[in-house]
């Protein structure tokens, strides 16, 4: 093998793996342009013509509900989270990583145990407690519980990556007078950004890719998100619009394709310093 194939062998393959894994979306934008009776007989990716009237029919929602106030519903709810996880998890994972205080050994455990637990376990008790609190059909049960750091996966991941940093810094601090909340604020959460970023992205994508979660909360058209409104558009007509369908889905994907274009060089550099090591 000369010079020249081992120089572009590996950019052809990863080429090759690109296009295998963009494939998807492929399919997916040019189904969402193909005419109703092409989207189940045909296989071909390309449609005989362009069929815009899809979008047309995508973007005036389902139930009266504009697909403008969808987007803006999931972005409040995925906002809400992620600024209720960052905030939370943090403030959990300073307190292990950096604070002495009895059987937190015990307590970490405890946390780290819990992400073996499936979701389903506790949503019904979660349901219950919203439901007697008269929060069921609102967006509180989906944004609160992120405020109390119920996500065990990124407290362990910002734990990791705090024990990693110099604790010089923070005793500095303490000999100037500065406080453990002061030394959270001021020292070590700029210092744990890149986890923190990591926290963020994680948390947008499942939010807003969540469908059962938001199912089980939320009635009312108005208070529908993206995914919901999927599901309920093809429950509104006797007939699968298919069509219409997957060019909603194109329009629900493209903030998630966006977001994670900006933002996966933090994603990387989290992973890569956040420790996922022991």
Same mark, same amino acid.
């Given at each position: ?9 590996? $950019? ?17 934008? %040019? ?10 007989? +045909? ?5 005989? $013509? ?68 499936? $979701? $389903? ?21 989906? =944004? ?27 005793? +500095? %601090?303490? =000999? ?60 509104? +007509? ?13 329009? +629900? ?26």
């Amino acid at each position: 093998m000369n010079i020249a194939t081992k120089r572009w062998l590996p $950019h052809t393959v990863a080429a090759v793996c690109l296009l295998v894994l963009l494939y998807p979306l492929a399919w997916l934008l %040019a189904t969402s342009l193909k005419p109703a009776d092409e989207v189940v007989t +045909s296989l071909d990716l390309l449609p005989s $013509h362009l069929e815009w009237s899809n979008y047309t029919t995508a973007l005036d929602g389902v139930s009266g509900v504009t697909v403008t106030r969808l987007l803006g519903n999931t972005l409040l709810i995925a906002g809400g989270a992620v600024v209720g996880n960052v905030l939370s998890c943090s403030l959990a994972a300073y307190a292990f990583a950096r604070l002495r205080f009895r059987m937190s050994k015990v307590m970490f455990a405890f946390m780290v145990a819990t992400l073996m637990l499936p $979701h $389903h376990v506790v949503l019904i008790p979660q349901y219950i407690i919203f439901n007697r609190l008269g929060l069921v059909d609102s967006f509180w049960p989906l =944004i609160l519980p992120k405020f109390l750091a119920t996500e065990a996966f990124f407290v362990f991941l910002i734990v990791q990556f705090m024990r990693g940093l110099p604790r010089e810094l923070e005793e +500095s %601090a303490r =000999i100037d007078g500065c406080g453990p909340f002061r030394a959270y604020w001021s020292i070590t959460l700029p210092l744990a950004r890149p986890a923190l970023i990591t926290t963020a992205i994680f948390t947008f994508i499942w939010t807003w890719n969540d469908f059962f979660t938001q199912m089980i909360y939320l009635f009312a058209p108005e208070k529908f998100t993206i995914t919901l409104a999927l599901r309920s558009f093809v429950d509104q +007509s006797s007939t699968s619009a298919y069509g219409p369908m997957f060019a909603m889905s194109v329009i +629900s994907v493209l903030p998630i394709v966006l977001f994670f274009l900006v933002f996966q060089r933090y994603l990387v550099q989290g992973m890569a310093t956040s420790g996922l090591k022991g």
